[in-house]
């Protein structure tokens, strides 16, 4: 797979919000396109994401399956028309079949099949009810696997296993104006918590740790007792924040950021919680809210390559943005 270049937009003011991004690719990584009840057995669904149209679906064995979506032949879009068939993909425009792996294995008019043509296939995994795809230099080889959120859970220090709701509350903001890292810079900016989402102050960020493709910080919420949000970012395209309270689990949220085009992404949270029914409804709203509120600020601020930050903020974030970094196969900057 071609790594995807940065598309241009058409929106007028898209160079200038970009400011001095240093990057000309999209990111390596895991990111999300969905959840399980997005994909039946029974068609195929069509996605967009890093520059590119695709399909998703469910094999025979109930596995996530995900493609380019057109047809080598002559160029069909097999996500308008295109159906399943006995595990196969048949495309609309002349019943050519492709397998779950790209490989065309029928054409109803000829004796022979094409060999040499493959629809390029996407590794997909599903976890907790999620589905992800990954993007990165070697298409079919991904670096590192997605921790399941009881693993995550552990992996931040919890000794005992997540016991909550299975996720429902499932929240899409699509084609957001902004970057995935824009995200997950977010998670060392402790003083936002109180300028954004009306904190006593900002938060008490009194540990952050870089981990291979992990980054782990922990902060304090001030004015709400013991009260303590760990977040673990895994790449640039996942997040997991885990909200506990003298050391007890409340919640637990996953917010992906994806590529879509150039500069825009779909955004998605997911809430699990321990919390009543009318509890949790209440939970779900507060913090889809919050977040609202920060996907204003990323979708109309403008990318600063040096910011002047002072030494409060400063050591996190720039620990934050070289370990950002790796995920770019990119040798082009500002």
């Known amino acids: 797979m071609t790594r995807m270049p940065l598309s241009a937009t058409e929106d007028d003011n898209q160079d200038e919000r970009q400011g001095s991004w240093p990057y000309r690719v999209h990111p390596t990584g895991w990111f999300q396109i969905g959840w399980s009840a997005d994909i039946s057995a029974e068609q195929l669904v069509s996605l967009r994401a890093f520059d590119s149209d695709l ?9 996530v399956r995900v493609l380019d979506a057109y047809c080598p032949h002559l160029g069909a879009s097999l996500a308008h028309g295109g159906t399943l068939m006995g595990g196969n993909i048949v495309c609309p425009f002349h019943g050519w079949e492709w397998s779950a792996e790209g490989k065309n294995v029928r054409i109803p008019y000829s004796k022979t099949v094409n060999r040499a043509q493959r629809i390029r296939t996407w590794p997909a995994r599903e976890i907790d009810g999620l589905v992800y795809i990954w993007h990165g230099p070697d298409p079919l080889s991904p670096t590192w696997e997605l921790l399941a959120i009881d693993q995550v859970i552990e992996r931040a220090g919890f000794a005992d296993r997540f016991h909550g709701r299975p996720v429902d509350d499932l929240r899409t903001w699509p084609e957001a104006r902004l970057y995935p890292q824009f995200i997950t810079e977010n998670i060392v900016d402790h003083a936002h918590f109180h300028w954004v989402h009306s904190t006593r102050g900002p938060t008490d960020l009194h540990e952050y740790e870089r981990d291979g493709v992990w980054f782990k910080v922990s902060n304090r919420i001030p004015g709400q007792g013991d009260t303590r949000l760990m977040i673990l970012a895994s790449g640039v395209g996942v997040q997991v924040g885990i909200f506990s309270r003298r050391g007890v689990l409340g919640h637990v949220e996953v917010t992906t950021a994806t590529p879509v085009d150039g500069g825009r992404s779909t955004l998605r949270t997911s809430v699990w919680s321990v919390e009543t029914d009318s509890a949790f409804h209440e939970l779900a ?11 204003v600020i990323w979708e109309n601020m403008r990318y600063v390559g040096r910011p002047p930050l002072v030494p409060e903020e400063a050591r996190a974030f720039k620990a934050l943005r070289k370990w950002a970094s790796q995920f770019y196969d990119d040798d082009v900057a500002n």
Not at 56 to 61: E, V, Y
Not at 287 to 293: D, N, R, T
């Open 55 to 63: 399909i998703a679906f469910r094999d025979p064995a109930g596995d």
């Open 285 to 295: 709203e507060m913090q889809s809210l919050e977040f609202s509120k920060d996907v």
